[in-house]
Structure formats: C-alpha cells, structure tokens
C-alpha cells in the first residue's frame, strides 16, 4: 500500500467530516511506515495546521499502548452497526474515556481504575 492508495483516501475522507477550523490542531499519529512521509501529506498537514505525530525511531512496542486501548474502545463499547453522525461517534467515545479513567477496573489485574493511580 501506498499514500495514494491507503493513506489520503482516509485522510480526505476524515477531513470530510469537520470544518476547516475544527481541522486546526488535529493529530494524525502514525508509525513510521513509508507511505506517511509523502510530502503531500505534509502540505496537507500544513494547510489544515495538522499536527504530524510520528512513532519515535528504535522505539519498539512504541504503538503498544495506544494499539492497547483502541482494542478495548472497540471491543467494549463501540457499536456493531456504527453511528449516524459523527457528532454522535465523538460524544459516546468521549463518554468511554470518562469511563475508562474513572470508573474500568482492571480486570486482569484486578486494579482500579486510571484515575485512582497515585502520581509519583
């Protein structure tokens, strides 16, 4: 797969959705594969002041997290069929962040939630 086949369909499909003001400051992480550093997504980042986030090099695992926690949105609370609008996607996800630092016990380690985690 290349930029022209996977990576700006994707991109011009998501920018569909907002406003050009609601684009400002937007993040698109990736990880480091080829396709993400064609120099027409860096025009496009910089027309629509897109944050470009980039994995940091010889840092393994560097996904893991994030790669961790979408599979817990999907599997425990995204629906099957979708949402009607976008607006709707963006308030029940926000919905599931609340629940996930506040109220989610960790099961496999039988711990509390993020937010009871004391900060060293």
Known sequence: MDYYSLVKPSVEQALSYFTKEQIK???IHT???KQYYH???ESLAKEYEIILSKKRPNCL???ALSENWFSHLAQEWLPYEGYNTIQEGI???T???HFFNNKRICSKF???PMSQFKIQ
């Open 25 to 27: 400051k937007m993040i």
């Open 31 to 33: 990880d480091n594969g």
């Open 39 to 41: 120099q027409d997504l």
């Open 61 to 63: 695992g560097g996904n």
């Open 91 to 93: 308030e029940d996800v």
């Open 95 to 97: 919905k599931y962040i």
């Open 110 to 112: 039988n711990s509390p």
